[in-house]
Every structure is written in structure tokens, then in C-alpha cells.
């Protein structure tokens, strides 16, 4: 009796565990014409097993219980382009990852829109950064995570004049650039550092 009563705490301790070393992944989808919430949005990370959640009423979503790795999340709603998003998790924490849905018939247009690599490093050997949180300001706002070589690609974005900037939980945040993005479909690319002094 002993014996069964130390095994099913043991079983819940090593499920409480892997709980508490799971990382959530939450976010918004919206409408890129207006900004409007997109509810009812099927969300699915690729990576076994999948997982999936469905956006709220006002175009948020959460996906729990995501370990380390690198993944892809994405949703194709009917009517829209498909929106894909990779990401990177180090460690057990809160991701916020947002995406913006193009109308199908506004593919000619959103093919136009300009892209941004943004690669991201740290410390005194100048590293890649994986599983930061990449923060995009402007015309344009989207959030994005680095992956295992410290890169990070947004896409779709409108003419205009953004600010980017990176957090890490271990490296603390970068200085904030600002780029300046002219019309066409012009691929552009930035670096952002976590310095020494802020590990």
C-alpha cells in the first residue's frame, strides 16, 4: 500500500515537472486591411505531436506545453494567405507571437511589401541568440522569435519607418534601430546585440 502510494506521488511529481518546464506560445491574429481582431482562427504548430487552439473573439489564442525546439506556427484561414511563423524555445516561458492576415486578394499587393531578416547576438564572443523575442514597431507591428542561429525573418511589411529591438529573459534587451523601409519588395537585414554588461 506503501509502495503504490509512492509511485502515484512520484508520477505526479514528474508530471508537475514537465508542466512547469513547458513554455506557452500566445498571441493575436488580425486583419492587415483594418487591424480587426480575426476570431475563429484554427492555429497550428508543426511539430509532433501537433498542437492547435482557435482564436478568440477578439483574435487571441494560447498553446501550452510546448518543450525546447524549434517550430513553426501558422493558420490559412479560407479567403486569406497563409501565415507562417518559426520560432525558436530555449527555455520554459511566455511567448508572444502575433500574425497578420492578407486578403487572397491582395496577394499582388502583399507580394510588393518589403521583408527584414533581423539576426540577433550577444555576449563577448558576439554568439547567435536563439529564443529571443524580436518586437517590430510601426506601419507594420509584428513579433517574432529567433531561431538556433539567431535569425529571424518577418515579411509583408508596408512602407514606412519601423523600430526593432530584442529581449531575452537571460540577456536582458537590446537598444532599439530604426529602419527605414522604402515601397517595393525589397528584402532588408539588421543586427541587434545584447552586450556583455547585460548577461
Known amino acids: 500500500m506503501k509502495l503504490a502510494r509512492w509511485m502515484i506521488a512520484l508520477c505526479l511529481a514528474v508530471f508537475l515537472s514537465d508542466i512547469a518546464g513547458a513554455a506557452v506560445v500566445q498571441g493575436r491574429v488580425t486583419l492587415a486591411a483594418d487591424g480587426s481582431p480575426a476570431p475563429g482562427v484554427d492555429i497550428e504548430v508543426y511539430r509532433k505531436p501537433k498542437l492547435h487552439a482557435t482564436t478568440d473573439a477578439a483574435g487571441y489564442y494560447e498553446l501550452k506545453g510546448l518543450r525546447q525546439g524549434i ?4 493558420c490559412k484561414p479560407q479567403g486569406y494567405l497563409s501565415s507562417r ?3 525558436s524555445i530555449s527555455q520554459a516561458d511566455t511567448f508572444t507571437i502575433d500574425m497578420e492576415l492578407v486578403a487572397s486578394a491582395d496577394a499582388r499587393t502583399s507580394s510588393s511589401q518589403a521583408s527584414l531578416e533581423v539576426i540577433v547576438i550577444g555576449g563577448s564572443q558576439a554568439k547567435a541568440i536563439s529564443g529571443a523575442s ?3 514597431e510601426g506601419p507594420s ?3 517574432g522569435s529567433s ?3 539567431g535569425i529571424c525573418s518577418i515579411s509583408g511589411l508596408r512602407p514606412g519607418t519601423y523600430s526593432v529591438y ?4 537571460s540577456y536582458g534587451r537590446t537598444d532599439a534601430k530604426t529602419i527605414q523601409v522604402p515601397p517595393g519588395g525589397i528584402k532588408l537585414d539588421t543586427i541587434l546585440r545584447f552586450f556583455p554588461d547585460s548577461e
Open 141 to 143: 507591428s509584428r513579433t
Open 134 to 136: 524580436i518586437h517590430l
Open 147 to 149: 531561431n538556433g542561429k
Open 85 to 87: 511563423v518559426r520560432f
Open 166 to 169: 530584442a529581449t531575452h529573459p
Open 71 to 74: 517550430y513553426s506556427i501558422s
